[in-house]
């Protein structure tokens, strides 16, 4: 059983910046990619970035030149390091990992942007 858990989410003032952080319970390599996900209140789940181990980093939307994605092979991890966060960035984040044709869901970190 794959397992991915978030940490870092929380409350922020427009402008500052948080850093979650994805605990994957295999060895993120044997994924084909890993990456973050956004669901704002009472929205779809959308991309927001993108690692493939095959391919270039993907960045979507607003984020672009604000988040930044990086892996840690030693300690599987995943992180979403967020700067300048503003209030449309609210909402539950989810890392996940696709392998085997399976894509596997951490349960989401509350990230919140208000002042």
């Known amino acids: 059983q794959v397992q991915l858990v978030e940490s870092g989410g929380g409350l922020v003032q427009p402008g500052g910046s948080l850093k979650l952080s994805c605990a994957v319970s295999r060895n993120i390599f044997s994924f084909s990619a890993v990456g973050w996900y956004h669901q704002a209140p009472g929205k779809q789940r959308e991309l927001v970035a993108r690692a493939p181990f095959l391919g270039s980093l993907t960045y979507v939307g607003s984020v672009k030149g604000r988040f930044t994605l990086s892996t840690d092979s030693a300690k599987n991890t995943v992180s979403l390091q967020m700067n300048n966060l503003k209030p449309e960035d609210t909402g539950v984040y989810y890392c996940?990992?696709?392998?085997?044709?399976?894509?596997?869901w951490g349960q989401g970190t509350q990230v919140t942007v208000s002042s």
């Open positions: 996940y990992g696709s392998g085997g044709g399976v894509d596997y």
